[in-house]
């Protein structure tokens, strides 16, 4: 069965440690409750100033800027990242995304199934 909502009826999740996670929250909008099979869709917002975690790990994601400023940090340097900008991530790529604006900074994250099942 089909599943339509909008994305500000998913819950939201504060995923912020103070420390490496800053202004952080994420929306699991397709997922296994969904039942989705081969991939899950995240909403991420930073909060001007946030930042992700630095981090790798061995599985692919894509990423669709959808408002805001920030850059994404790869091993290669920084890269400016704005609303339609789109990243692919291959696995094992050391990587950050940062909010660099003064507005939030939203963005989807594709990833595999598996990564929301644990």
């Given at each position: 069965m089909?599943?339509?909502r909008?994305?500000?009826?998913v819950?939201e999740?504060?995923m912020?440690d103070?420390k490496?996670i800053?202004?952080?929250t994420?929306?699991?909008l397709?997922g296994?409750v969904e039942?989705?099979?081969t ?5 991420f917002t930073?909060a001007?100033g946030?930042?992700?975690?630095a981090?790798a ?7 669709v800027v959808l408002?805001?400023r920030?850059?994404?940090?790869t091993?290669q340097?920084?890269?400016?990242l704005?609303?339609?900008?789109v990243?692919?991530m291959p696995p094992?790529?050391?990587h950050?995304?940062?909010?660099t604006?003064?507005?939030p ?13 644990t």
């Amino acid at each position: 069965m089909a599943v339509v909502r909008k994305m500000e009826d998913v819950p939201e999740r504060n995923m912020s440690d103070g420390k490496e996670i800053v202004g952080v929250t994420k929306r699991l909008l397709i997922g296994p409750v969904e039942g989705a099979p081969t991939f899950a869709v995240r909403l991420f917002t930073l909060a001007p100033g946030g930042h992700t975690p630095a981090h790798a790990h061995p599985y692919e994601h894509g990423v669709v800027v959808l408002s805001g400023r920030g850059e994404v940090h790869t091993a290669q340097g920084a890269k400016a990242l704005e609303a339609s900008t789109v990243v692919w991530m291959p696995p094992g790529e050391h990587h950050q995304f940062r909010n660099t604006g003064t507005e939030p900074l939203k963005f989807l994250c594709v990833v595999p199934a598996a990564v929301e099942k644990t």
